[in-house]
């Protein structure tokens, strides 16, 4: 693997330290070996080494999206996603996919959950060389009782639909945690609330006890839990009950934060889809019932959020990229963006939660994340002062390089683009209906 030499940019190391001007890195055997005066020295030393000049750019880790669906194909419906993804189909489309999310400057990803077990497939063929993509971390089905879920009564009483694993009783939670582990997963995720079909809103629908069983067996084997969780008692069960990240955590309340701080989880809020439909989904022609789903969530929820992180709670950054409403490589800066303009937090504090932080949801603390000797060489290098404006890291244009592991990632080649495969979007006859009313108004 080639020694480079990134000579004299400016440096956000991740750590949430001041920018620091004129301050190389070099990067050897996929690792930063030096940064700053004995970067410039090491590399003087060494007999073959590519410099790169980097003045006037701001050099930064990678980003880490810690909540993605790389295995979902952007749909706009969960008639789409449940009924209209064959296995096949679906793992060429999730490998044609990844790649985006590597040159939007995601040099690591979880992926929560996913259809057809792909994830974990996935994971090995990118470290294998066979697909370019981030550094990959998956889950398997999420796990959902048979009331919960968000697609209704697409999810079945029983077995596996989509992205979900319906599991009815204490003995099959154990079961269905224990065989995803052996199949590859990384995490268990756990869906604790859900929609039910004659009811508005997400319920809680998972108990803490059965929540604590999943977790004491995953734990008991060296894997972490996160969970879906809308709700204030749901947060708090959560972590009374041992999930190390919580997603969501809407309307958590001051009993609920407690908990979370006396249990050390870790926050996801995702609140990168709720802004994407408030801000733009007119522009994408959402519906008004999609508009109003989370309407006000992201105001209620993001003054606790704002509480939690001001306590120490780690929060981490994740898109959601998957559906219509975020698709792969558009929208994995947002997070730090919705971070700035609605938690009150400093770019250079969003920076590290989508990067610093971002490691606990891939096990890699200490690993991956920040600028400094040992860490593994994950660098986005691009023009701009993301500590000024951090909206620049949604503009690809500025990418001047990215490396992966110490590769160097081909930022030149054209954005990747297909045609629609028949069968795979639902074709509606209408929006609304063609009324008598409709047509003589």
Not at 218 to 225: K, N, R, T, Y
Not at 231 to 240: E, Q
Not at 241 to 247: E, Q, R
Not at 281 to 296: E, N, P
Request: charged share 20%; proline share 5%; hydrophobic share 40%.
């Amino acid at each position: 693997m080639s020694k480079v030499l990134l000579r004299g940019g400016t440096l956000i190391d991740g750590s949430g330290s001041p920018p620091s001007p004129h301050t190389s890195v070099l990067i050897d055997g996929g690792r930063i070996a030096a940064v700053g005066p004995p970067a410039d020295t090491a590399a003087g030393q060494m007999a073959e080494v590519e410099t790169v000049v980097v003045d006037g750019l701001t050099v930064m880790p990678g980003l880490i999206d810690a909540h993605c669906h790389v295995t979902l194909g952007e749909p706009a419906s969960n008639d789409e996603l449940f009924n209209h993804r064959e296995p096949a189909f679906a793992a060429m489309l999730a490998a044609f996919n990844v790649a985006k999310i590597l040159r939007a400057g995601v040099t690591s990803f979880l992926d929560v959950d996913g259809i057809h077990n792909i994830g974990p497939a996935l994971r090995e063929a990118i470290d294998a060389g066979m697909v370019e993509g981030p550094t990959m971390r998956s889950g398997g089905y999420a796990l959902m009782t048979s009331v919960g879920g968000t697609a209704g009564r697409m999810i079945p009483n029983a077995g596996i639909a989509g992205y979900a694993e319906v599991v009815n009783n204490k003995d099959e939670m154990v079961q269905a945690t224990r065989r995803q582990i052996k199949e590859g997963a990384d995490v268990i995720k756990i869906h604790v609330t859900g929609n039910i079909p004659t009811r508005k809103g997400e319920y809680q629908v998972w108990t803490r006890e059965e929540l604590k069983v999943v977790c004491d067996t995953a734990h008991a084997l060296g894997v972490p839990v996160v969970a879906h969780c809308r709700g204030a008692v749901a947060t708090l069960d959560c972590a009374k009950a041992g999930v190390d990240i919580i997603f969501h955590a809407s309307f958590m309340d001051e009993a609920a934060l407690e908990a979370v701080i006396e249990a050390k989880s870790a926050l996801c809020p995702v609140f990168t889809f709720l802004a994407n439909l408030a801000e733009y989904g007119a522009k994408a022609g959402a519906t008004s019932s999609a508009l109003g789903v989370f309407r006000d969530e992201m105001e209620q929820t993001g003054a606790m959020i704002r509480t939690a992180y001001d306590a120490g709670v780690p929060l981490l950054c994740g898109s959601e990229s998957g559906f219509s409403i975020t698709p792969y490589g558009h929208w994995h800066f947002r997070e730090m963006e919705v971070f700035v303009d609605q938690l009150g937090l400093t770019p250079l504090q969003a920076i590290t939660c989508g990067t610093k932080n971002g490691a606990i949801a891939m096990g890699e603390v200490g690993e991956v994340g920040t600028v400094e000797p040992g860490m593994r060489a994950d660098l986005l290098v691009l023009d701009g002062d993301p500590s000024k404006d951090i909206a620049i890291l949604g503009d690809r244009s500025r990418f001047r390089h990215l490396y992966r592991s110490g590769r160097s990632v081909d930022l030149s080649r054209p954005w990747p683009t297909r045609s629609r495969v028949r069968g795979e979007q639902i074709l509606s006859w209408s929006d609304v209906l063609l009324t008598w009313d409709l047509v003589n108004p």
